[in-house]
């Protein structure tokens, strides 16, 4: 594991020699629509196509979790007459504004302690200095199980296409 991998966002771009229009067609039998009331159905995403090669999704799951990333896959022409997959993965737009403003007074309380701590001669207040790295922890880990989740769902839709080529495992 590297450090990168901790970072709430993830991108990765394959080939594979099936065309772009088949690409998205199997992509599209995975992605079920989003319901309001859950209905059982063998697709592990739910989503939405937002263009003709472009989708965004984000894995089923039965329960509630601010750590699930939103899937967003672009399928292009590759040079070889096949399709290049384009997988970028972030956190929901509402996790964002609320994770900073935690990890902003996270900071802040880090800091007091470690000013109580230096100038006061109180050196428990350096536990403070854990809030900061809880709240990272707090929405890495979750995300980066989650990733690597929907990374293998993703890869499993390609797995029946030949000749399927890895461009990188990170490109942003």
């Known amino acids: 594991m590297r450090w990168r991998d901790l970072l709430p966002w993830r ?29 059982r159905s063998d697709s592990p995403f739910v989503g939405a196509s937002t263009g003709e090669y472009t989708f965004k999704f984000r894995r089923k799951i039965s329960y509630r979790n601010p750590s699930l ?8 022409p590759a040079a070889h007459g096949g399709a290049r997959v384009e997988v970028k993965m972030r956190l929901h737009f ?22 109580a701590a230096v100038f006061r001669g109180k050196p428990e207040a ?19 199980l989650e990733a690597r989740e929907a990374e293998k769902l993703i890869r499993e839709i390609f797995v029946a296409a030949p000749a399927q080529r890895e461009i990188g495992p990170y490109r942003s």
Not at 13 to 27: H, L, R
Not at 95 to 115: I, R
């Open 126 to 144: 350096l536990v403070a200095l854990l809030m900061p790295l809880f709240g990272a922890g707090f929405i890495s880990f979750p995300f980066e």
């Open 69 to 76: 990333p939103v899937v967003c896959v672009v399928v292009q």
């Open 94 to 115: 509402a996790v964002v504004p609320f994770l900073s403003v935690w990890m902003t007074g996270a900071c802040l309380l880090g800091l007091g302690g470690l000013f």
């Open 11 to 39: 991108s990765f771009v394959f080939e594979t020699s099936w065309s772009p229009s088949t690409a998205v067609v199997e992509i599209k039998k995975r992605v079920g629509p989003r319901r309001w009331w859950p209905q």
